[in-house]
């Protein structure tokens, strides 16, 4: 089980996403826009954010450019949730820091494997880190 943070302004998607998560077992915490998204990422650590590119103001690669200039911050893994994942977009969403993406709608074992695999890295980070400072 894990903190996940989902900044998604589409209901359906959000809706959809919490009730995966949620059945996966994790804690999930939800915000609609970047702002208030990047503001519960600073309270609340989350282990993954899912993060919607296209969002109302800030948009969502910008929101994982600040979180990658926080040194307290840029650990946190970042799954970008896109409608349209066309030639260039990866590489954008990389740039800007993402660890990973997922085309929406989502296909929900697609969705919940990306999501345990960078569960997983999440993990592994935290304990080479561990190893890193005893
Ligand atoms: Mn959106």
Known sequence: MAKIIIIEDNPANMKLAVFLLCGAG???LQATDAETGLALICAEMPSLVLMDVQLPGMDGLTATRLLRADPGLAHIK???LTAHAMKGDEEAMRAAG???YL???FHHREFLEMV???LEKSNIA???LKGAQS
């Open 26 to 28: 994790h804690e999930v």
């Open 78 to 80: 970042v799954i970008a």
């Open 98 to 100: 993402c660890d990973g």
């Open 103 to 105: 085309a929406k709608p």
């Open 116 to 118: 345990s695999n960078m």
């Open 126 to 128: 935290a304990t080479d």
